[in-house]
């Protein structure tokens, strides 16, 4: 949610910006960022919602489907992700 909810777009460059992570670099660009309205906490509130709603059917369907952690270095994901695709782990 903190993520998603402070993301801002300069409407001049169309650079995009976070307000956290990678803030605009002057004041001048900070004072004329502007937000989407689907990056407001409501609408992601939204978003989940209707996600972890149908997360079940989801799982429930892709069966074979296996879990990626997605917060480590990309090399990592690849490797996981290529190890699962060419030698399958066993299942838990």
Request: aromatic share 14%; proline share 9%.
């Amino acid at each position: 949610l903190e993520r998603l909810s402070q993301r801002r777009t300069d409407p001049v460059t169309g650079e995009r910006y976070h307000t956290i992570f990678r803030p605009a670099p002057t004041p001048e660009i900070q004072a004329r960022l502007r937000q989407n309205p689907k990056d407001e906490e409501e609408n992601i509130q939204k978003r989940l919602d209707i996600y972890y709603s149908n997360v079940k059917a989801l799982e429930d369907f892709y069966q074979d489907a296996f879990y990626v952690n997605a917060d480590q270095d990309p090399y990592v994901i690849f490797e996981f992700i290529e190890s699962c695709i060419i030698k399958p782990l066993p299942y838990k």
